[in-house]
């Protein structure tokens, strides 16, 4: 494992092993962290994890960070995809009272519950979408894509990733609002929110939860979507404390607590 990882820094080997690891290595069980993960190379970002062992690492530590100095009893991981973050905060911050994963898209769902069968975990997982009403949606997605988290649910975001249209596909799937579902007051909370430009709605549908409790949160948001969340966001009475190119703080009034918002440009950043 420690060749291929060194091997893979070299410019020729950096484009070549990734590709033999999707034909040859298709299913794997690897350990990551401290929990193990059932990962299919022929997925690009599954293929990553399976290099490198780990995931977003600069930025799931500095949330990590956040969780333990804030005492975070509760976290949501909603667009949890094979459930990396969600079963990383499992094994690593034993104070959590409960785990909450959303993951809408069928395929990605079956890996998630495949891979917290596989660590034991006690982790709430849901095969549903967060949103603004609860409702019966579609998910649009291309046969040719193996990127499991482009999927989206409006269906003009897919100019967005310049899909392939002749191979256009979509699923139904049911979305909910978190405040129908949770009903928690003065508790800290973290959230993670990453559905691909389906952001603004998650927020819409979670304002009792965000503004009656302690928040940390982390979203990814793409640039021509940014105005619009942070404008959301201080409506809740948050506040910006400060803003990087992909990252700001914000601080809800009522509770005096900061909060993490990550931006970026449709993929995750290094903080």
């Not at 690897?30 to 399976?50: A, G, Q, T």
């Not at 995931?55 to 667009?79: A, H, P, S, V, W």
């Amino acid at each position: 494992m420690n060749i291929i990882k060194n091997l893979i820094k070299l410019p020729f080997f950096k484009r070549l092993i990734p590709s033999v690891l999707k034909i040859v290595k298709k299913k794997k069980i690897v350990k990551v962290n401290k929990f193990y993960l059932n990962l299919d190379c022929s997925y690009s970002h599954e293929r990553e994890i399976y290099i490198h062992r780990e995931y977003e690492k600069d930025q799931i530590f500095y949330l990590d960070k956040l969780i333990r100095e804030k005492n975070i009893e509760f976290f949501f991981d909603i667009g949890s995809c094979i459930g990396f973050y969600a079963l990383y905060f499992e094994k690593n911050n034993p104070n959590l009272k409960e785990i909450y994963s959303f993951e809408v898209n069928k395929l990605n769902f079956l890996k998630l519950k495949n891979n917290f069968k596989l660590n034991n975990s006690k982790i709430n997982a849901y095969n549903l979408g967060c949103s603004d009403k609860k409702t019966k949606s579609k998910i649009w997605y291309t046969s040719t894509s193996r990127m499991p988290g482009t999927a989206v649910l409006d269906v003009d975001d897919l100019e967005y990733y310049k899909y392939d249209k002749d191979s256009l596909n979509y699923a139904n799937v049911e979305l909910v609002k978190i405040d129908d579902m949770f009903n928690l007051k003065n508790k800290l909370i973290a959230l993670k929110i990453d559905v691909e430009r389906h952001e603004f709605y998650v927020l819409k549908g979670a304002k009792t939860l965000l503004c009656n409790n302690n928040i940390i949160m982390q979203i990814e948001i793409f640039p021509d979507m940014e105005d619009r969340i942070l404008t959301l966001l201080k409506s809740y009475n948050f506040k910006v404390l400060k803003k990087t190119s992909s990252l700001v703080f914000v601080e809800c009034k009522i509770y005096n607590l900061k909060s993490i918002v990550t931006l970026s440009s449709g993929v995750w950043k290094i903080l």
